[in-house]
């Protein structure tokens, strides 16, 4: 059984730029949520998709959005980047089932906006 | 508003003594809690959740306690060993489909171990 892997692992823009980031759930997971983790917080909620679509929304503005494609690996993407943007982003899965328990969390995308 | 908050930015315990670290939330509708730990580098590790209509659960060298009353949470780490050492974030998920896939973290607390 593999884990949730994302990718890139690091990541340097500059602002105004757009950067999508990627990640694979854990086998055998449906459902996909993206958290951002500024440096010293806790992760923050961005959105969640199941069955390929939008299933909750953080307090994030519509220049952050997602997919989610049919083998259950999602994307999530920024427009417009703004030196805030500069955080972890970190990916987690969860069983069918369970859209909001149990997350099992990827290692992260550490993105630097220049 | 919802909120989820830490005691304690940091907790510093002698190897082997048991190590509690606390949390309190202030959404009473909340009914599903989960303790996280994050390790240098690395993404939030899942280590015990508990529903709303329990006190108390137990796992491997771990215990979460829950509080209602005082909307207060707390995890209880035995005999605490080196590894431990990382950041410990509680969580709480709400009902209703209003809050579906969100997890609200609270700040953290850093867990230092010294030999």
């Known amino acids: 059984e593999t884990g949730v892997t994302q990718s890139p692992t690091h990541l340097i823009k500059t602002r105004g730029q757009q950067v999508t980031l990627r990640c694979s759930s854990q086998s055998g997971h449906n459902t996909v949520s993206w958290y951002q983790q500024a440096l010293g917080q806790g992760p923050q909620f961005i959105f969640q998709y199941y069955r390929e679509e939008e299933n909750g929304r953080g307090n994030f503005p519509p220049r952050f959005s997602g997919l989610q494609f049919p083998n259950y690996s999602s994307e999530l993407n920024v427009n417009a980047l703004e030196l805030d943007d500069s955080a972890l982003y970190l990916c987690?899965?969860?069983?069918?089932?369970?859209?909001?328990?149990?997350?099992?969390f990827g290692s992260g995308t550490q993105l630097s906006v220049l | 508003g919802e909120s989820v908050g830490l005691h304690l930015p940091t907790l510093s315990v002698q190897e082997g003594d048991n190590s509690i670290i606390n949390c309190a939330y202030s959404?009473?509708?909340?009914?599903?809690f989960i303790w996280y730990k994050q390790e240098s580098g690395k993404g939030p590790q899942f280590i015990i959740d508990i529903r709303s209509n329990m006190d108390k659960r137990q796992g491997q060298r771990v215990t979460v306690l829950l509080n209602k009353t005082v909307k207060h949470l707390s995890l209880q780490i035995a005999a605490t060993q080196p590894g431990d050492s990382a950041v410990y974030f509680c969580?709480?998920?709400?009902?209703?489909?209003?809050?579906?896939?969100?997890?609200?973290f609270g700040q953290g607390t850093t867990l230092q171990v010294k030999p």
């Open positions: 987690a899965s969860s069983r069918p089932g369970s859209t909001n328990e149990k997350l099992f």
């Open positions: 969580a709480e998920a709400g009902r209703g489909s209003s809050n579906t896939g969100k997890l609200i």
């Open positions: 959404n009473s509708a909340s009914d599903y």
